[in-house]
């Protein structure tokens, strides 16, 4: 109920502390659905939708400022972007070997992509959720290890997983240079957005070639979709 969360919300949504816990399923999408009214008629239910830069995917007819709390507290509960079962099965049967993400947060996609099957290691500079830049809440999802970019060097993982690199950072930029694997999962919005640096989307454009987008629900105003990325050179052959 987005009046009761109004309510209850006693901070500004920058503070993320203080507000009274909602109940959450688990699966983020699904509380996404639940918790944001919005009508239907451009919203089919498998999350592949056209995108339409030009207009609000959500016809939202909610108090902003309620809006804004939610996606907050879904936000510090789950991650930035909102994972669907189509998204997930994509990933772990379209891409080889072992996953591992950089920058893994509180480890939510880290756990769908693990409970679907796939082999993947966690990462992230700061492992407790407290100390994260983005100060997700509620716990960690999966085992997020302390590590950055570095962590990459040497490792035997055939996908590098980034799901939404901070811009003003080389985050991005540092794991694809230290990456030595062929194939790249990348979750955010395209080069000028509010993911990725210059420096990584450039890097991307010369030397990976997009194999397919797999588009997920957003928040109002936000652009983020699935991007499966193949090396044009294969490194390990």
């Known amino acids: 109920d987005l009046k009761r969360i109004k309510k209850e919300f006693v901070r500004d949504d920058a503070a993320l502390d203080g507000y009274v816990d909602?109940?959450?399923s688990g699966d983020y999408y699904e509380d996404f659905q639940r918790l944001v009214p919005h009508t239907m008629e451009n919203q089919p239910n498998d999350g592949m939708r056209e995108k339409d830069?030009?207009?609000?995917?959500?016809?939202?007819?909610?108090?902003?400022?309620?809006?804004?709390?939610?996606?907050?507290?879904?936000?510090?509960?789950?991650?930035?972007a909102i994972p669907t079962t189509k998204a997930i099965s994509y990933i772990v049967e379209n891409t080889p070997g072992k996953v591992m993400e950089i920058g893994a947060g509180n480890g939510y996609w880290a756990k769908?992509?693990?409970d679907?099957?796939?082999?993947?290691?966690?990462?992230?500079?700061?492992?407790?959720?407290?100390d994260n830049y983005?100060?997700?809440?509620?716990?960690?999802?999966?085992?997020v290890q302390t590590g950055g970019p570095e962590s990459l060097v040497g490792s035997d993982a055939e996908t590098l997983f980034l799901c939404w690199p901070h811009p003003r950072d080389e985050l991005a930029f540092k794991s694809l240079q230290n990456f030595e694997g062929d194939h790249l999962i990348y979750v955010g919005e395209k080069q000028g957005g509010c993911t990725g640096d210059d420096k990584f989307f450039t890097k991307l454009n010369k030397e990976w070639k997009l194999v397919k987008?797999?588009?997920?629900?957003?928040w109002d105003g936000i652009y983020d979709d699935v991007y499966h990325f193949a090396r044009k050179t294969n490194k390990k052959g």
């Open 22 to 24: 909602i109940e959450i």
């Open 116 to 130: 679907a099957g796939k082999n993947i290691e966690a990462y992230d500079i700061a492992t407790t959720v407290e």
């Open 53 to 80: 830069m030009s207009n609000n995917d959500y016809d939202y007819n909610v108090d902003p400022v309620a809006l804004r709390l939610v996606r907050t507290f879904l936000r510090s509960r789950y991650a930035f």
């Open 134 to 143: 983005y100060k997700f809440k509620g716990g960690a999802w999966f085992n």
């Open 112 to 114: 769908r992509i693990s």
């Open 213 to 218: 987008t797999v588009l997920i629900p957003s």
